[in-house]
């Protein structure tokens, strides 16, 4: 089947980050086969034509860092601290004990709300207690597949819990917690190209260093790459310095640990030679700005990083520790922010952030020959954007994209040339049904929340 979208303006993140008008492409069987002035491209007898005259194309957004069943718990905390809305958030989830059944109407919710945003592809960061984690494995990979989306299972794991009292550690040693692991790939591997599986390590400290040693192992043995949270508030990197008796980063080199397949969150609590050891071995970095803002973690040092050669991605986060699964919102922040608690030379500027969300996520997931951008061969994860007030007068577009845009003017969005949603409708699952089949929920969640706010604190 091919597609021809025709005379639309194309931001298309090539090596000469071009943005071409009046321009024609072609889709065939999922990928992009041709990209040319509008009325170039031979038709053929079985293409389907758009036209898309006033329209924008942008690559699909990536979110490289999220925690999709998260949005049961959104905006349920509001608390003063990284460290007590954790315990909060975890002492919910141990009592709520979402079922399958609920991860799955979760994820799907959470898709949908990243599919309105333009965002194709995401990192889901999934956590479980190990004794029922595969079902629960199972049920997320199948919304995140049932969404059309293009996803990286990101399974969680930790064996110690030094930053938070809240979190019971079930698996009985290393061994265990990773014999769960490589199940749960097992679970994801060849269900579909448009799935893809990470190690993903809580946070160094998190983990003995028997644990993540066994992790670099098994992601070796299985070719997938590792995401882990990094120095995401000051006391995390002040535990791991009294762990280690050394700064994170520097003892991840020790043991081996840092290498281009590896991707980490936040990053905010790093000195000059940690980010050196970073950029040394092609680490990306995922910036979470709206969750960095929200729980007064801090401010991470993104344009320095830009600038050393560090790549980086953008991140939603959770919609509990954030605020919505929008990447139009970080690439917001991640511009904003700076402004206010850097100088000049260290503001990140909007084409830099365009390619955070675009081709800087695509390699925190190590897939920037598939996605990231609108090219020949690449696959066709599209975003088509109906003129708005908020685009016009497109003076300068990838500025106004940033600045300007919330995703309110995505109108069509396609993962392998696949149509997730048209004229704002979503394709894939039925949006109108899932706020009932959730609303059981509810009361557990306000019972849960009732629990959490009786706990001696
Ligand atoms: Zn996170």
Redesign the pocket.
């Given at each position: 089947m091919s597609l021809l979208l025709k005379g639309a303006t194309i931001v298309t993140m090539n090596d000469r980050k071009e943005v071409l008008s009046d321009h024609d492409l072609l889709l065939e069987d999922g990928r992009i086969v041709g990209l040319a002035p509008t009325g170039s491209i031979p038709k053929g007898g079985s293409t389907e034509e758009w036209s898309c005259n006033g329209k924008i194309i942008i690559p699909g957004l990536v979110s490289a860092?999220?925690?999709l069943s998260g949005i049961f718990q959104r905006s349920l905390w509001d608390e003063t601290s990284f460290e007590s809305w954790s315990a909060k958030t975890f002492a919910m989830d141990r009592l709520a004990n979402l079922s399958p059944e609920e991860i799955y109407l979760l994820h799907c919710a959470a898709g949908i709300e990243l599919i309105r945003h333009g965002v194709t592809t995401v990192l889901d960061?999934f956590s479980a207690y190990p004794s029922d984690a595969l079902d629960k494995v199972d049920a997320a990979s199948k919304a995140l597949l049932d969404t059309g989306m293009r996803a990286i299972m990101g399974y969680s794991f930790r064996d110690q819990s030094p930053d938070n009292k809240d979190v019971t550690v079930e698996a009985t040693s290393a061994e265990d917690v990773i014999l769960t692991a490589r199940a749960a790939a097992e679970r994801v591997t060849n269900l579909s190209s448009r799935l893809g599986f990470m190690l993903a390590p809580s946070a160094p400290q998190r983990c003995s260093d028997k644990l993540l040693g066994l992790c670099g192992k098994l992601a070796q043995e299985l070719g997938v790459g590792i995401h882990t949270?990094l120095a995401?508030t000051k006391t995390h990197a002040a535990i791991g310095r009294a762990i280690y008796g050394e700064p994170i980063v520097k003892h991840l080199e020790r043991i081996g640990f840092l290498n281009s397949g590896l991707s980490v969150?936040?990053s905010i609590w790093l000195d000059d030679e940690e980010i050196g050891l970073l950029r040394k071995y092609d680490v990306k970095v995922v910036h979470?700005p709206a969750?960095n803002m929200r729980l007064g973690s801090g401010a991470a040092r993104v344009k320095e990083m830009i600038r050393s050669g560090l790549r980086v991605g953008l991140?939603t986060?959770?919609a509990n520790?954030g605020t919505v699964y929008s990447i139009f919102e970080q690439m917001k922040l991640a511009v904003l922010m700076p402004r206010c608690v850097w100088p000049p030379e260290n503001w990140v500027l909007p084409g830099e952030a365009f390619e955070m969300a675009t081709l800087g996520g695509a390699r925190a997931l190590l897939l920037d020959q598939v996605i990231g951008s609108i090219e020949e061969g690449k696959q066709a994860d599209l975003v088509i954007l109906k003129p708005s007030l908020s685009l016009s007068p497109m003076s300068n577009l990838v500025n106004q994209l940033v600045f300007a845009e919330n995703g309110d003017s995505v109108e069509a969005v396609f993962v392998d040339g696949k149509p997730l949603m048209l004229q704002r409708r979503i394709q894939m699952v039925d949006e109108e049904d899932i706020p009932g089949q959730a609303s059981s929920l509810k009361a557990r969640i306000r019972e849960a929340q009732a629990a959490v706010l009786a706990r001696p604190s």
């Open positions: 860092h999220s925690h960061m949270h995401e969150a936040h979470n969750s991140g986060d959770s520790a």
